[in-house]
């Protein structure tokens, strides 16, 4: 007997017929004697609609009630889920986040998790109760209803599975596993049995939308095993597990790319003490998330190039910050440059094989791409190239570190 923990997303949930397909996996999953726990996401498309309808009373809002708002999407779910497995002539039942209760702390519309109550679960899970549990909602200190930030129906399941030591979490979606790449750009792309929690990170991050990045946090944190798996296959998925459970590590496990890159360029920049910090600093107050980051030597001893990434949707209140600490700072001029694409190389088994980087600047140069910014860290290299390169650049090293299906 196992315990495990499903977590259907938004496509997986659209709509009735979808719900009652779902609510079959679990059945599956208990019939085989397991104890689960289904977590569910709004049908797809909701919560966006949600969302915009706060957008629409216009002005500032009052957080709490905007997660009272979007909290609702996953709550009718939830009940709708839990019908659908009594009719398949199953216990179950619905638990919202407060009922169960999912603590968290109060900030609304990204809540973090500080608590999970499961001793009534277990106790309904040992009696052979299905647990249907609305992802992306908790409970704060002030016994308001929280949400967990976009893409947060995946944590409530991280979280109940690391709560409950739960075997396995499920997390069935709309693709059957995480990919090298990119499918759509390389066909040669294979799916990969297992990934580390470390390397799903850093592609969570870079853009491939899968699994929300603070959810692999969490199972990493807490070592849940984690599968990504497609609702619409029956097909294993890709399975998130610590480096050990890995036996044949690649060097490199993937290639992943974010289009969501912004470059700007400070050019005649002062040569002088403090003037990173000048500039970086008014940066950071504004809360803009600075990447990547390359200054040259200055040639005349004078003034300098400085060149970093920021996220696209923070360009425009970078430039404006820039901007107005420009003569103070001493910067000649600013370029901003929005056709930038991020790729990057990932895998464990870099940090104990040299030569990674250099593979990858040989290819793009042997494509005639140009590499505009670099960086690196233990586990990815990830260079800034301009977007039109960007497709060409990740087939040729989906190839060049032999990732091609055969
Ligand atoms: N429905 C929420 C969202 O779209 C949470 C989720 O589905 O993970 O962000
Ligand atoms: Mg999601």
Redo the contacts with the bound molecule.
Sequence with gaps: MARIVQKF??TSVADIERIKNAALRAKSEHDAGNEVVVVV??M?G???QLVAYVDQMGGLFDAREYDVV?AS??QSNAGLMALALQALGIQARSWLGWQIAIETDDVHGKARITGIETAELEKRLADGEIAVVP??QGISPANRVT??????????AVALAGALKADRCDIYTDVDGIYTTDPRIVSKAQKLDKITYEEMLEMASLGSKVL?TRSVELAMNHKVRVQVRSSFEDSPGTIVVSEDEIVEQQVVSGISQSTDEAKITLLKVADQPGVAAAIFGPLADAAVNVDMIVQNISEDGNTTDLTFTVGMADLEKAVAVLEKNQAEIGVGEIVADSDVVKISVVGVGMRSHAGVAQKMFMTLAEKGINIKVISTSEIKVSVLVAEEYGELAIRALHTAYGLDAD
């Design positions: 997303g938004g996401s709004a797809s909701v919560t966006n979007v999407g996953e992802g992306f949400t967990l930030g976009r893409g947060g129906s995946d944590l409530t929300q």
